[in-house]
């Protein structure tokens, strides 16, 4: 049965959210494998509108076991908030969520140590999502980090959170010049959260791999994006975790040989939010007008995304760190009413051209865009269900994207709702299209 990852090939808020949620229909087992809650996307069901953070999105079925695996680093405060908020509008959650003992826990210094390392950077400051998600994770690979697992042994978690503190207060208090945190303070306040978490811990890479074992089908949910990657993203503009698709078996302890594929989502036009280069924004009118129509806020902190055309390089790329054996294209209908639209084939810089990202940011943020106009569409493809519906100038731009990504096309999302959606191949479900037939379907 087939176990499959999908991720983010832009910056982020790709739309991941809806294509997970579409797939997870077809799914028994949906696990997160890194990041934490800087992540936010929203699921717009018949029944309710709910953003996620921390819980995969699969929660939403009665019947699919959710697992945060170890990849991931754990606000408990976060997730315990999350769950009591998805409780209240009906969202059963019991032994369908699990979470690895082995992921990592943020703590209250870890959002503190980013708020003032950011606010010290000043002009320089990556524009983090001040989720922690950085000190944890640095704590991790310095080997001081605390897990959840540790909150089951509160003598353990007691004497880490000590040690810790003496260090991280030092920083905050000389360095940083702000209020420290009091041991017992943080050790009661994550003594309430280990009892309301005890009953959801396991070792998620043996329930995952007795799930694979019996045949299940595993969805893989990746968060942020392959451009926010710490090694393949344009560092150091970039989250801390692995949001490539390689993210995915060192994230849940499920070995590569267990992923028969991986979906890339992207956005039919481009966006990021912070710092850091982007060769095809846009800060004219046309940009507004995508951000506007996109509504493109941030889940998460609410802030303006930076809008901009679609780029073929930096999906190309995707394409292959990921090793993507297809695309989903979401938000389709925001470009509807546009009169022509631009799509980058690739960079210009001091006279040189670039096919391929650049690994050198400085080229990466000084370079040109290399543009190819194509005629838009006046027809709404908004909530189109049918490839045959769409506009023959939005099948022409669908398939510039497949050249340029070097990928062909599964899903088409024309809306925000589940069933504004377009899809020519699902890979998850059983009887599956060749390919082939996909494409004549067209
Ligand atoms: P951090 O992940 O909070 O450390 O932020 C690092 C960078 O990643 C910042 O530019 C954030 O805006 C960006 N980022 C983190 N999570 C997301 C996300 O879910 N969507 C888009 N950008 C994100």
Redesign the pocket.
């Known amino acids: 049965m087939p176990n499959l990852i999908v991720v983010g090939t832009q ?3 790709e739309g991941k959210g809806k294509i997970v949620d579409i797939l997870a229909r077809d799914a028994d087992v949906v696990v997160r494998f890194q ?1 934490g809650s ?3 996307h929203t699921v717009v069901n018949a029944r309710d509108t709910f953003v996620f953070h921390l819980i995969p999105s699969g929660i939403l079925y009665r019947g699919k076991l959710c697992i945060i695996g170890n990849g991931v680093v754990v606000d408990p405060e976060a997730l315990i908030d999350e769950m009591d908020r998805l409780q209240a509008k009906g969202v059963e959650i019991g032994k369908n969520l699990v979470i690895s003992h082995r992921a990592h826990l943020i703590m209250p210094y870890h959002k503190a140590i ?1 708020k003032a390392s950011e606010q010290s950077k000043g002009s320089r400051r ?6 922690g ?2 000190p944890s994770y640095a704590d991790k690979m310095a080997r001081i980090g605390i897990r959840v697992g540790d909150l089951l042994n509160p003598g353990l978690f007691r004497q880490k959170l000590e040690e810790n503190l003496a260090e991280m207060n030092c920083f905050l208090e000389r360095l940083y010049q702000v209020s420290g945190f009091q041991v017992e303070k943080v050790f009661q306040q994550y003594m309430g959260y280990a009892e309301r978490l005890k009953s959801c811990m396991a070792d998620t890479s043996v329930v995952l791999n007795r799930a694979i074992e019996q045949g299940k089908n595993v969805l893989f949910e990746g ?3 392959t451009h ?1 990657d710490v090694d393949f993203g344009t560092y150091p ?4 975790s692995s949001a490539a698709a390689g993210g995915a078996c060192t994230g849940t302890g499920v070995g590569p040989t267990a992923i028969d594929a991986v979906m890339g989502v992207a956005k039919a036009y481009t966006t ?5 280069p982007f060769p095809t924004e846009l800060k004219d009118e046309v940009g507004e007008g995508l951000q506007e129509r996109g509504k493109e806020f ?1 889940a ?1 902190t609410g802030r303006p995304r930076r809008c901009g055309w679609f780029d073929g390089v930096l999906v190309r790329y995707a394409t292959r760190v990921n090793g993507m054996a297809s695309l989903a294209v979401t938000k389709l209908d925001v470009l509807d009413g546009c009169r022509e639209l631009k799509i980058c084939t690739g960079y210009r810089h001091a006279g040189r051209l670039y096919k391929e990202m650049p690994g050198d940011l400085q080229v990466l943020s000084e370079c040109e865009p290399v543009y190819e106009v194509l005629p838009g569409w006046r027809n709404a493809t908004t909530g189109a269900t049918s490839y045959k519906a769409l506009p023959p100038q939005a099948k022409r731009y669908l398939d510039r994207i497949e050249e340029l990504a070097a990928c062909p096309i599964d899903i088409i999302s024309t809306g925000s709702r589940r069933d504004e959606t377009i899809v020519l191949r699902n890979p998850l479900a059983s009887a599956r299209p060749k390919r082939g037939r996909a494409r004549n379907a067209r």
């Open positions: 910056w982020g808020d990041g800087n992540a936010g980013e990556i524009g983090t999502t001040g989720r998600i950085g968060a942020q994006g926010l503009f970039v989250t801390s990021r939010v912070g710092s850091g941030g998460t």
